[in-house]
Every structure is written in structure tokens, then in C-alpha cells.
């Protein structure tokens, strides 16, 4: 089989995340998250992270010059050479003809760009029940998904917090900016003939489901 390059797109809260870690294990491709990648660079305080902080605390991007470089070298990376999962990126179009640009220098092409959508209603709600263990990462939700206890962790008993950029206030900026800077990116790989769409409100399993559908739909298609 070809190469499976995947885009994953949608609003934040919409899933992503989830369905990532899910079809990474499925066809064992690397996971390249921005935001995970981002958020460990401010923790690091490394020069990356410092001036990303201050626009991922506002709910706006990072500026494309301080991000794509970061990510394009991560897809040309040993463990990406037979695909990857890109979650996160690119987020403005300047991102994905910088994308497009870069893997087709070096003869790979996307293989397809998956919409996970869901409202901003249903995004709001998700987003802002989150907490996490900041030792872990371990991820909860207030009513989907809480802890035994409140505000501890199951496992180690850390006290569970709330990333900054899910406050209420930042989650409607973060969908303000991506209504106006990432959704264009629907109709960009429409055109291209990449996009395929998943209803994010169904539940993880189901969105699972139809997209290793769609992915095996491809891949018989990559054989014919
Ligand atoms: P996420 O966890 O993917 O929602 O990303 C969290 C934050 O990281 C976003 O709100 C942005 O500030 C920043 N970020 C992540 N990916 C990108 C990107 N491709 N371009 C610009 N900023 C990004």
C-alpha cells in the first residue's frame, strides 16, 4: 500500500483528538499533534514555546512563520516516511500550501483530509467540562467523563485542572478564529478532490468506524 498521508480538520472539540489516537494505532502512523507539540514547548519554556504562549492563552493561532517550519520537519522525519497523522495543522491555508508545497517536493502526495465537524454549541460544552492531570495528561470530563472522586485523578489523585484555553471566553475565540482561518481549508481540499466528512456529534466508536471505512475505501481504491 501507498502511503497513508492524513489530515485530520475541524473545529476544536469537535473529536480529533480521539479519533487520532485511535486510527494511529489502527494503522500505525505517528501522531503529530500541534497542540501537544506546542504545549510541550511551553512547558519546556524553550524558545518555541515562549512565543507561542502568549497567542495559545488568547485562543489565537501562532503565527504560520513560527509553526509550519516546526511541523514540516516533523513529517520528514524516519517514522513518518510510510505516512502520518497530522492533527492540528495546517490550520490557515498559508499552512496548507506550505504543506502541499513541501511533501510534493519530495514526491508524496495527501491521501485525504478527514472533517470531524460538530457545532460550536455542542464544541462549547465539551470543551470547557475538560479537565486534566497535568502530571499525566489524562483527560476527564465534568459530566462525559468524570472522575470518581471531583477534581482528582482516578489513578494518582492529582489535583485535575483546567488548560487555559478551555475557559469558556477562549474555547468561542479559538471558534471564532477557526470559523475564519481554518474552515476555508474545507472548501481548499473539496476542490482537491481530498475531503472527506464525519458527523462528530455520533459517538467516538461510530465516528471511528466511518472513517476506517473511508480509509479502507481508499486504500482499495490506491490498489485498483
Ligand atoms: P489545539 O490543541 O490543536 O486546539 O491547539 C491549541 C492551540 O495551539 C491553538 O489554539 C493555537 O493557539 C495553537 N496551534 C495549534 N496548532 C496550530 C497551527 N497549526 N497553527 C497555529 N496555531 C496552532
Redesign the pocket.
Known amino acids: 500500500m501507498a502511503e497513508l498521508n492524513l489530515i485530520l480538520l475541524g473545529p476544536?472539540g469537535a473529536g480529533k483528538g480521539t479519533q487520532a489516537t485511535r486510527l494511529t494505532e489502527d494503522f500505525r502512523l505517528p501522531h503529530i499533534?500541534?497542540?501537544?507539540i506546542?504545549r510541550a514547548a511551553v512547558s519546556a519554556q524553550t524558545a518555541l514555546g515562549k512565543e507561542?504562549k502568549r497567542?495559545?492563552d488568547g485562543?489565537?493561532?501562532?503565527p504560520?512563520s513560527v509553526?509550519t517550519g516546526v511541523?514540516l520537519d516533523r513529517v520528514a522525519q524516519d517514522d513518518a516516511r510510510d505516512g502520518f497523522l497530522l492533527?492540528?495543522?495546517?490550520?490557515?491555508v498559508e499552512?496548507a500550501d506550505s504543506l502541499g508545497t513541501e511533501i510534493e517536493k519530495r514526491g508524496r502526495r495527501l491521501t485525504a483530509a478527514l472533517l470531524v465537524d460538530a457545532p460550536d454549541d455542542v464544541v462549547v460544552k465539551r470543551i470547557s467540562g475538560r479537565r486534566v492531570n497535568p502530571q499525566t495528561g489524562r483527560v476527564y470530563h465534568v459530566d462525559f467523563d468524570p472522575p470518581r472522586l471531583a477534581g482528582r485523578d482516578d489513578d494518582d489523585g492529582s489535583e485535575l485542572v483546567q488548560r487555559d484555553?478551555d475557559r469558556e471566553e477562549t474555547v468561542r475565540r479559538?471558534l471564532a478564529v477557526y470559523h475564519a482561518q481554518t474552515e476555508p481549508l474545507i472548501d481548499y481540499y473539496d476542490r482537491r478532490g481530498l475531503l472527506r466528512r464525519f458527523d462528530g456529534t455520533a459517538s467516538p466508536s461510530e465516528v471511528h468506524s466511518h472513517i476506517r471505512a473511508a480509509i479502507s475505501t481508499l486504500q482499495r481504491e490506491d490498489e485498483l
Not at 59 to 62: Q, R
Not at 87 to 92: K, M, S, V
Open positions: 476544536p499533534a500541534t497542540g501537544d506546542l507561542a497567542y495559545m485562543g489565537e493561532l501562532v504560520d509553526i511541523i492533527d492540528g495543522f495546517p490550520r490557515t499552512q484555553d479559538r
